[in-house]
Structures are given as C-alpha cells and as structure tokens.
C-alpha cells in the first residue's frame, strides 16, 4: 500500500446547503388602545384592507361573513353561511373575500363590494387560517404545515412544515401576512408566532396573555384574530365571543 507521503489529500467537504435556523426573538404586546367587539362573534378570521375591517364568523348556524366598523365592531354588512357551512379564515385578494370553512372542503368567493357570493373552491383537508402575501395564498389547516395555493385556481403550489427550536408547531390557526412574514395563533393558547413561510422557522414568539380581564374572560373563548392595518402599522387582536379588540404593537419582552 501506498506510503503516507504519497496518499491523496482528502477532499474538503462540500458546503451545507441547509439554511441557518433563525434563532427566535421574545416579544410581549403593548396596548395602544381598547375597543369594543360584539361577544356573540365567533371569530375565525380578521381582515384590514384599505381601512376596512372583515371579520369570518364560524359555528353552524352562526357562520358568514361581515364588514365591522373597526372603531366599535358593530356589523356594518353581513352575508350568512348555509346551516351546513362552518366559516373559518378570511383574506383580501384584489375585490373578492375568500373564505374558508372547517370540515366541507369549500372556501367562498365574495365580491367585496356587493358582498354576494361569485364563486367556490374545492379543496382537500380542514380549512383554518388565510392570508394573502400579495402573490400567494397561505393556508393553515390546524397541523404544523402552511399550505401556499394561487389565489386565482386555489391549487397548492408548496407547503412548509413550522418549526420553533427545530420542533413542528402545531394548531397553527388564524393566519395574517405582513412584510413577507406570516403571523399564526396558536389554538387554544394566548400565543401568536412569526414565521418565516419560506423555511418555516419561527422567528418570534409573542406573549399575547392578559388582554381580557378575569370577568370578560369568563365568558369568552380563545384568542383568535389578527388584523394589521398598514395605514399605521399596528395589529387588532381579538378572539372568539371576546367583548373587546385591541389595537397593539409588538415590542420586546
């Protein structure tokens, strides 16, 4: 065999195509201001566009959609679901509202000006959470996978699986995209993340806890709603059957 001094050098391995975790930051809400919001709302989906505020609205017999004054919350429009529907997430794309339902595998298209229904979607699985990036749907459908379809035929065109600490996050539920980020409530916890959709990683985590008071508490459901409105750059957090909305910032803990 051949002598030391005459072995090949060993090759450099080839460099990691892995992307870097982003390490995520803490963050906690400062309230800017406290507003009213009808508590009989069911919220599964929150929407600002252009200064409007559209809330889906689920349970069977309950379900549809509105248009809320964002000042107050009171129904401005509102068009229902068939018995049969449960409304879920809800996002702007262009003039139509798409919404989601739960268990029918339907997601409905309204003219945003009539608020009359122009056409459906089919699609396989749970429908939870909606947002638009402004070229793509992203859909939750309560896993820890992000669903990204075209907003014109609803067809997947990627998913990602979300991670925080390099461990799937799931009951990924109401979803808003903001500044190519996408932010999700976590069901039934008082936690909202930042995601990066195209790694999935979450890049903060942020303490939503102590918005309602123990007696407003008592009578509401989870959190479960996230609008931003771009105007001023500040996010309304509600959540199911709550009495009030918040107008917040995100800050660090």
């Not at 090759?11 to 803490?26: C, L």
């Not at 409530?185 to 995601?195: F, L, Y």
Request: contains cysteine; glycine residues 10%; proline residues 6%.
């Amino acid at each position: 065999e051949p002598s030391a001094s005459t072995q090949q050098p060993t090759q450099p391995p080839p460099p990691s195509t892995v992307e870097p975790v982003e390490s995520p930051v803490a963050l906690q809400i400062s309230v800017l201001e406290e507003r009213d919001h009808d508590s009989k709302a069911f919220t599964q989906g929150l929407e600002f566009d252009d200064g409007r505020l559209y809330e889906s609205r689920g349970r069977n017999g309950e379900s549809g959609i509105s248009e809320i004054d964002p000042q107050d919350g009171s129904v401005l429009r509102w068009t229902p679901l068939a018995d049969e529907y449960f409304g879920e997430g809800v996002t702007v794309v262009g003039d139509s509202l798409i919404q989601l339902t739960w268990l029918a595998g339907k997601a409905f298209v309204y003219d945003i000006v009539s608020f009359e229904v122009t056409g459906s979607f089919d699609y396989e699985g749970q429908g939870w959470g909606l947002c638009f990036d402004g070229v793509r749907l992203v859909m939750s459908d309560g896993s820890s996978s992000l669903t990204m379809r075209d907003p014109e035929t609803f067809s997947v065109v990627d998913s990602v699986t979300v991670r925080l600490d390099g461990s799937g996050v799931a009951s990924l539920n109401e979803l808003e995209c903001v500044n190519g980020k996408v932010y999700a409530n976590i069901w039934r916890t008082d936690t909202i993340v930042e995601i990066n959709p195209a790694t999935g990683d979450v890049t903060a985590v942020i303490d939503a806890s102590g918005l309602l008071n123990d007696a407003d508490r008592a009578g509401a459901d989870v959190l479960n709603g996230i609008a931003f409105d771009e105007a001023s750059g500040v996010f309304l957090l509600t959540g199911k059957l709550w009495p009030s909305m918040f107008l917040v910032v995100f800050e660090p803990s």
